[in-house]
């Protein structure tokens, strides 16, 4: 508490404890920086609260489901399976309160100081925090603003009752027999996806031409297939435009071409980007913070602000809304207020999608290298051609890895497939490295595991694959 109105001094102040904020305060206090964080929720932030721990859990939980469902495909008989969707949410919320307690172990053993409130800035130099117990001001020699985003509101369909966003499907007690999504890009995917597998009917409504857009269409293709014979109708080139609710359920209109229809479900869940947290009463604008006309805060190489001792991170700045992009800046914006050399560098930020199967991608696709000069080839090897894959039961997928056919630089990678979300952190490195075909088909691979597919999706692109027929010249 403090006495009067006195500020009391820190180093750095870290505003918001997700994957970005909770990062950079670690990060600050192992270089010896005094630090305050400061969040009105859960440590972890969306990312483990309410997106990237609890969706994969369910996930997780649906696999395991269909897993169960199918098990006679290795002559093993389960009888009739069936969810405890309560105790599917008891597991989920387990999870969670492991990773946001070890988060907050981590930052109280760093010796972070940790406020759970909101922070308003008074001035570039002084912030107050607050909550409904206290009101303390805090001086500051350097802040990191890493507040984050949150789901799109579409004023047509605004959330409440049954119209969800994210955050309100996940902490559903009881599985919806059907369920509409609006938005079919990662986030719409995975959870339409998985509802679909835990028996949902589900119907995802999109208005560009396929699913996941920005994924390599190869890829997509792969995942809609999944989708349709689990029974997910996917419209595309559809305009959602209204909804009418009950206490029972919602129905929507869109049009598609012009033709008007209607469908009705027991839940609607929007899912069409987030919006990053720059308003409110933070006082970004008291203190003049330069901002895109997106909302987004501009930062240069280090994530400074127009203010040289102001940083921002995560959500808030340009670039893909990722945790593991926030982490990384927040470990630079740390690193440069401690005088270290460190800079942003988004040579290599992998993409990933938990759907069925998995997609993920990193560096440049085949057309994007060629833009950039490059004389560039690829090739697709098969999870079909894998031992693992297929003693797995799950041989749909591939590895396409893009490389420059004059000096064998690794240039990108897209794996669809099991584990893919594992497969392309070899792939990341290999091009932070600068890595060549060579080096990664000359490192010997563990057999069997799905790690082969990534070498001889290697030797493919340089025409001596092994096993599968060598390209025609």
């Known amino acids: 508490m403090v006495v009067g109105d006195a500020s009391l ?9 997700g994957p970005g904020g909770y990062v950079a305060a670690i990060r600050a206090a ?20 309410r997106g990237c721990i609890p969706s994969k859990a369910l996930i997780s939980a649906a696999h395991s489901f269909e897993s169960a469902k199918h098990a006679e495909a290795f002559g093993v008989k389960v009888g009739e399976v069936s969810v405890d969707f309560a105790k599917t949410q008891e597991f989920k919320n387990g999870v969670v309160k492991k990773l946001t307690g070890g988060v907050g172990a981590l930052l109280k053993g760093n010796k972070v100081e940790i406020f759970n409130g909101e922070c308003m800035f008074i001035n570039e130099n002084e912030a107050r925090v607050f909550n409904e117990h206290e009101s303390p001001r805090y001086r500051f020699k350097n802040c990191i603003i890493a507040t984050g985003s949150r789901p799109i509101e579409l004023k047509a369909f605004p959330f409440g009752g049954r119209i969800l966003s994210s955050t309100e499907a996940l902490e559903l007690q009881e599985l919806p027999k059907s369920l509409v999504v609006i938005g079919g890009g990662y986030i719409g995917a995975e959870l339409g996806q998985m509802f679909s597998k835990f028996g949902t009917k589900v119907t995802i409504i999109e208005g560009m031409d396929s699913i996941l857009n920005g994924f390599d269409p190869d890829m997509t293709k792969l995942v809609a297939k999944n989708m349709q014979k689990s029974g997910v109708e996917i419209v595309t080139n559809a305009k959602a435009e209204s909804a009418e609710q009950t206490d029972k359920d919602v129905t929507v209109k869109y049009s598609v071409n012009g033709e008007a229809k209607e469908i009705t479900a027991d839940y609607l869940l929007v899912t069409v980007g987030r919006r990053p947290n720059t308003d409110g009463e933070l006082g ?58 460190s800079v942003v560098d988004y040579k290599v930020v992998p993409a990933v999608a938990f759907t069925d199967p998995e997609c993920s991608s990193v560096g440049m696709t085949e057309a994007q290298a060629k833009e ?55 792939i990341g490195l290999a091009i932070e490295m600068g890595a060549t075909l060579e080096d990664i088909a000359l490192t010997i691979h563990a057999h069997p595991t799905l790690g082969e597919i990534v070498a001889e999706g290697a030797e493919l692109v340089l025409g001596h694959p092994i096993h599968v027929m060598a390209p025609r010249k």
Do not use: W
Request: aromatic share 4%; with cysteine; hydrophobic share 45%.
């Open 30 to 49: 192992q270089l010896g920086q005094k630090v305050l964080i400061v969040d009105k929720s859960e440590v972890g932030g969306v990312c483990l609260n």
């Open 9 to 17: 001094d820190i180093d750095t102040l870290v505003i918001g404890a």
């Open 284 to 341: 970004l604008d008291l203190i003049n913070v330069e901002m895109t006309d997106r909302g987004l805060i501009k930062v240069d190489h280090q994530g400074r602000t127009n203010h040289p001792h102001i940083f921002a991170i995560g959500d808030i700045v340009p670039g893909p809304a990722l945790a593991h992009k926030a982490s990384y800046e927040g470990k630079v914006a740390a690193e440069a207020i401690s005088g270290l050399p």
């Open 372 to 426: 950039q000069g490059y004389k560039a080839k690829s090739a697709k090897f098969p999870f079909a051609g894998n031992g693992r894959a297929l003693s797995l039961n799950s041989p749909d997928g591939f590895v396409k890895i893009v490389a420059d056919e004059e000096t064998g630089l690794v240039l990108g990678a897209h794996i669809a497939g099991i584990e893919a979300s594992n497969l392309i952190a070899e």
